[in-house]
């Protein structure tokens, strides 16, 4: 399907625990972001990538890891889960080259719950 | 910095009032503003923009006018509906940048 999508749409894991999550654009574009949901904090960027190999930290990305190895594919890593970080992950993409637009385009979230 | 500020919610109404979310904005450069919206259960996904001073957004019979003597851009529809509930996102990029800063987001309930 075109579009964005992220996997898996609902986790649930334990503390101490690595988690990775999904994302994967078939739009080929060039920047790709993850963000954080919290009730009172809106919407808090994480991670974004400007390309494959370039990768750069948000407002909030302590306890997470990302990668960006092909355009299409941004993965995000909690390398040791806590209570903190159970949220609604949601990752985006964007191109203004691309698109004409720099809107970002989002996908339908990931609900991670840290027992 | 960057900022956006907007209406504490939850804000609730009956089916065809008038709505108005307020938006104001704190920005270096030249901001581009947008309204995106998240029903229940999904991603956010854009409303409308504007791009420049004295633009006017609209999409869906929502309306929002960029109002850089105010540095506003307030959200409003003249007649709501059920379907219309949802959490509203004001948000801005500068400079025609990736890069978004996101308010905290309204949450709108309409009644029947």
């Known amino acids: 399907d075109a579009g964005i999508t992220q996997s898996p749409r609902y986790k649930i894991t334990e503390t101490g625990r690595q988690v990775t999550l999904m994302c994967h654009q078939t739009?080929?574009?060039?920047?790709m972001f993850w963000y954080r949901q919290d009730l009172g904090h809106g919407l808090r960027l994480i991670y974004y990538s400007a390309a494959a190999d370039i990768t750069d930290k948000g407002e909030v990305p302590d306890g997470y890891v990302v990668s960006r190895s092909k355009t299409e594919n941004f993965p995000l890593t909690l390398e040791s889960a806590t209570r903190a970080q159970t949220s609604v992950y949601f990752c985006a993409s964007s191109d203004l080259r691309a698109s004409g637009t720099n809107e970002q385009f989002f996908g339908p979230g990931t609900r991670l719950t840290v027992l | 910095g960057n900022s956006v500020t907007q209406m504490e919610g939850p804000v609730t109404l009956s089916e065809e009032a008038f709505l108005t979310i307020n938006c104001t904005y704190t920005a270096t450069g030249y901001p581009s503003l947008f309204w995106y919206v998240q029903y229940p259960g999904e991603g956010l996904q854009l409303l409308l923009k504007?791009?420049?001073?004295?633009d006017k957004g609209s999409n869906k019979g929502f309306e929002a006018t960029y109002r850089k003597e105010t540095t506003s851009f307030h959200l409003e529809k003249g007649s709501v509906q059920v379907s219309d509930s949802a959490v509203y996102f004001c948000?801005?990029?500068?400079?025609?940048?990736?890069?978004?800063?996101f308010g905290p987001g309204t949450r709108l309930s309409v009644l029947p």
């Open positions: 504007a791009t420049k001073a004295d």
């Open positions: 739009w080929s574009h060039s920047y």
């Open positions: 948000a801005l990029s500068v400079n025609y940048g990736q890069n978004f800063v």
